[in-house]
Protein backbone atom coordinates (compact mmCIF):
# COMPACT_ATOMS: atom_id res chain seq x y z
CA UNK A 1 0.00 0.00 0.00
CA UNK A 2 1.36 3.56 -1.00
CA UNK A 3 1.44 5.54 1.54
CA UNK A 4 2.56 8.93 3.45
CA UNK A 5 2.52 9.23 6.86
CA UNK A 6 3.70 12.83 8.61
CA UNK A 7 4.72 13.17 12.21
CA UNK A 8 5.69 15.52 14.65
CA UNK A 9 3.43 18.07 14.91
CA UNK A 10 2.30 19.53 18.52
CA UNK A 11 1.95 22.07 20.23
CA UNK A 12 4.94 24.74 20.78
CA UNK A 13 6.17 28.08 22.31
CA UNK A 14 7.11 30.80 20.10
CA UNK A 15 11.04 30.66 19.74
CA UNK A 16 10.52 26.97 20.09
CA UNK A 17 11.39 24.01 17.75
CA UNK A 18 9.84 20.72 15.93
CA UNK A 19 10.91 18.38 13.95
CA UNK A 20 8.30 16.93 11.02
CA UNK A 21 8.30 13.54 9.69
CA UNK A 22 7.28 12.33 6.18
CA UNK A 23 7.47 8.44 6.08
CA UNK A 24 6.94 6.63 2.90
CA UNK A 25 5.73 3.21 2.75
CA UNK A 26 5.01 0.77 -0.50
CA UNK A 27 7.43 2.90 -2.57
CA UNK A 28 11.41 4.28 -2.27
CA UNK A 29 11.04 8.32 -1.75
CA UNK A 30 14.58 8.44 -2.42
CA UNK A 31 13.48 8.54 -6.20
CA UNK A 32 10.86 11.28 -5.50
CA UNK A 33 11.05 14.63 -4.90
CA UNK A 34 8.90 16.04 -1.80
CA UNK A 35 7.40 18.59 -1.12
CA UNK A 36 5.81 20.12 1.97
CA UNK A 37 3.04 22.00 2.25
CA UNK A 38 0.65 23.99 5.15
CA UNK A 39 -2.63 24.89 5.86
CA UNK A 40 -3.78 27.87 8.11
CA UNK A 41 -7.41 28.31 9.22
CA UNK A 42 -9.64 30.24 6.41
CA UNK A 43 -6.01 30.47 4.20
CA UNK A 44 -5.25 28.24 0.82
CA UNK A 45 -2.64 25.25 1.49
CA UNK A 46 0.75 26.64 0.19
CA UNK A 47 4.03 25.23 -0.31
CA UNK A 48 6.57 25.66 1.90
CA UNK A 49 10.03 23.78 1.15
CA UNK A 50 11.19 20.81 -1.21
CA UNK A 51 13.57 18.85 -1.46
CA UNK A 52 14.60 17.14 -5.05
CA UNK A 53 14.90 13.69 -5.88
CA UNK A 54 18.63 13.98 -8.07
CA UNK A 55 20.55 16.57 -7.02
CA UNK A 56 19.51 16.67 -3.24
CA UNK A 57 18.72 20.69 -3.95
CA UNK A 58 16.40 22.37 -1.25
CA UNK A 59 13.79 25.11 -1.82
CA UNK A 60 11.97 27.39 0.73
CA UNK A 61 9.69 30.01 0.72
CA UNK A 62 10.99 32.73 2.20
CA UNK A 63 8.97 33.54 5.27
CA UNK A 64 10.88 30.01 6.63
CA UNK A 65 14.24 30.79 5.02
CA UNK A 66 17.05 30.38 7.46
CA UNK A 67 14.68 28.66 10.25
CA UNK A 68 13.55 25.71 8.45
CA UNK A 69 15.26 23.07 6.82
CA UNK A 70 14.78 19.99 5.05
CA UNK A 71 17.01 16.56 4.78
CA UNK A 72 16.16 13.17 3.92
CA UNK A 73 16.87 9.72 5.34
CA UNK A 74 17.01 7.15 2.39
CA UNK A 75 17.71 4.28 5.09
CA UNK A 76 14.27 5.03 6.85
CA UNK A 77 12.41 6.03 3.79
CA UNK A 78 12.01 9.51 5.34
CA UNK A 79 11.89 13.27 4.65
CA UNK A 80 12.31 15.28 7.53
CA UNK A 81 11.83 18.90 8.16
CA UNK A 82 13.01 20.85 10.89
CA UNK A 83 11.85 23.92 11.63
CA UNK A 84 13.54 26.27 14.22
CA UNK A 85 12.55 29.99 15.91
CA UNK A 86 8.82 29.31 15.34
CA UNK A 87 6.65 32.23 15.17
CA UNK A 88 2.47 32.09 15.69
CA UNK A 89 2.20 32.83 11.65
CA UNK A 90 3.95 29.12 11.32
CA UNK A 91 0.80 27.62 13.15
CA UNK A 92 -1.10 25.23 10.56
CA UNK A 93 -2.07 22.06 9.25
CA UNK A 94 1.63 20.70 7.31
CA UNK A 95 1.18 18.41 4.78
CA UNK A 96 3.98 16.22 2.71
CA UNK A 97 3.87 15.11 -0.47
CA UNK A 98 6.01 13.55 -2.78
CA UNK A 99 6.07 13.87 -6.92
CA UNK A 100 7.67 11.67 -9.79
CA UNK A 101 9.45 15.35 -10.93
CA UNK A 102 13.11 14.94 -10.25
CA UNK A 103 13.60 18.54 -9.35
CA UNK A 104 11.61 21.02 -7.23
CA UNK A 105 10.96 23.68 -10.11
CA UNK A 106 7.59 25.35 -9.45
CA UNK A 107 7.40 23.18 -6.10
CA UNK A 108 4.56 24.50 -4.54
CA UNK A 109 2.23 23.62 -7.64
CA UNK A 110 0.60 21.13 -6.00
CA UNK A 111 -0.69 19.35 -9.08
CA UNK A 112 2.57 17.89 -9.28
CA UNK A 113 2.38 16.01 -6.63
CA UNK A 114 1.21 12.38 -6.64
CA UNK A 115 1.30 11.16 -2.93
CA UNK A 116 -0.31 13.26 0.02
CA UNK A 117 0.02 12.48 3.64
CA UNK A 118 -3.34 13.20 5.69
CA UNK A 119 -1.53 16.48 7.87
CA UNK A 120 -0.16 17.12 11.27
CA UNK A 121 -1.12 19.80 13.35
CA UNK A 122 1.30 22.35 14.42
CA UNK A 123 0.51 25.38 16.85
CA UNK A 124 2.69 28.23 17.68
CA UNK A 125 1.11 29.70 21.07
CA UNK A 126 2.58 31.31 24.18
Known amino acids: QVQLVESGGGLVQPGGSLRLSCAAS????????VGWFRQAPGKEREGVSC????????YYRDSVKGRFTIFRDNAKNTVYLQMNNLKPEDTAVYYC???????????????????WGQGTQVTVSS
Open 97 to 115: AATAFADCSDYASQSRYTY
Open 26 to 33: GFTLNYYG
Open 51 to 58: ISSNLGSR
